[in-house]
């Protein structure tokens, strides 16, 4: 069992950067590819970025290639997800989310068996 807490949001304007953390308890965090996502309201969970297990291997959606930056750092049990020149339509609810392929760089929800509570991003114009 893995349990995962997300920190790291909030508010900010148009164009500002956000970092989120994804702390992970019960196991440790090598053993997994981790991956971001957001859901907006109104709107299904959409992926984000995921990471393997090493780090090395990395996968965006296309809407945030460039802007966001995942990684991760397998001592300290913890993902993030560095956000810059973030927009309006950035704006949803991050979830961190593990997935025990830890080559796996899936872009579909029912690949993750954990998920964290989330964490609300709001970008205003």
């Known amino acids: 069992q893995v349990q995962l807490v997300e920190s790291g949001g909030g508010l900010v304007q148009a164009g500002g950067s956000l970092r989120l953390s994804c702390a992970a308890s019960?196991?440790?965090?090598?053993?997994?590819?981790m991956g971001w996502f957001r859901q907006a309201p109104g709107k299904e969970r959409e992926f984000v970025a995921a990471?393997?297990?090493?780090?090395?291997?990395?996968y965006y959606a296309d809407s945030v290639k460039g802007r966001f930056t995942i990684s991760r750092d397998n001592a300290k049990n913890t993902v993030y997800l560095q956000m810059n020149s973030l927009k309006p339509e950035d704006t949803a609810v991050y979830y961190c989310?593990?997935?025990?392929?830890?080559?796996?760089?899936?872009?579909?929800?029912?690949?993750?068996?954990?998920w964290g509570q989330g964490t609300q991003v709001t970008v205003a114009s």
């Open positions: 990471i393997g297990w090493s780090g090395v291997m990395t």
């Open positions: 989310a593990a997935d025990s392929n830890p080559y796996g760089l899936d872009r579909l929800p029912r690949e993750y068996e954990y």
């Open positions: 019960g196991r440790t965090l090598s053993n997994y590819a």
